[in-house]
C-alpha cells in the first residue's frame, strides 16, 4: 500500500523546490557578477563576428563599454591571434585583457573561437566607450581596429 504524504509535508515540499527555482533565476539574473570585463568583452566579440559573418556586410563596428560604466579609465590590450574555431590552437597567443579602476578586471581567449588579430591592439579611454572593428578576410573575421 502506497503511503500518503501529508500536507505538510507537500507544502514543505512546494516550497524547498519555489526556492531552488528562485535561487537559479537569481544566479542567471546576476550573472555579471559571475564573469569579468575580459569574458565580457570576449563574449560581445563572438556574437559581434557571428552577426558579421551571416550578414552581406563587410564590415561591422561594435561599442564596448565596462560593465562597471564607461566613467572611468580602462585599458583594452589584445594580442595578435589566428581564427580558432575549434580549440585549442597551439599557435595561438594572443589574448584580450581589459584593465578597469573599478569593476573586475579579466583576460580570456575566447574571442579566438570567432576572430582572427592580424597585430596586436591596445587602447586606452577615460570616460567613453570603445568602438571595435571587424572586418571580413574571406572566411575569416578580423578584429582590426580599436578606437
Not at 563574449?43 to 564607461?70: C, F, H, T, W
Not at 580602462?74 to 594580442?79: F, H, L, R
Request: aromatic share 4%; charged share 20%.
Amino acid at each position: 500500500m502506497k503511503r500518503r504524504r501529508s500536507a505538510p509535508g507537500l507544502a514543505l515540499q512546494a516550497v524547498t523546490w519555489c526556492l531552488v527555482i528562485i535561487a537559479l533565476g537569481a544566479v542567471s539574473a546576476c550573472s555579471p557578477l559571475l564573469g569579468d570585463e575580459g569574458e565580457w568583452l570576449g563574449e560581445k566579440i563572438g556574437d559581434a563576428a557571428n552577426r558579421l559573418r551571416r550578414s552581406s556586410q563587410s564590415e561591422l563596428v561594435m561599442s564596448y563599454a565596462p560593465e562597471s560604466g564607461s566613467d572611468q579609465r580602462y585599458s583594452i590590450g589584445i594580442g595578435k591571434s589566428v581564427w580558432c574555431p575549434t580549440p585549442p590552437c597551439l599557435e595561438n597567443n594572443g589574448a584580450l585583457t581589459v584593465e578597469v579602476e573599478r569593476g573586475r578586471h579579466g583576460s580570456t581567449t575566447y574571442h579566438m573561437k570567432f576572430v582572427a588579430v592580424p597585430k596586436p591592439l591596445e587602447i586606452h579611454k577615460s570616460g567613453k566607450a570603445t568602438q571595435l572593428v571587424l572586418r571580413k578576410n574571406g572566411d575569416v573575421i578580423e578584429l582590426v581596429q580599436l578606437r
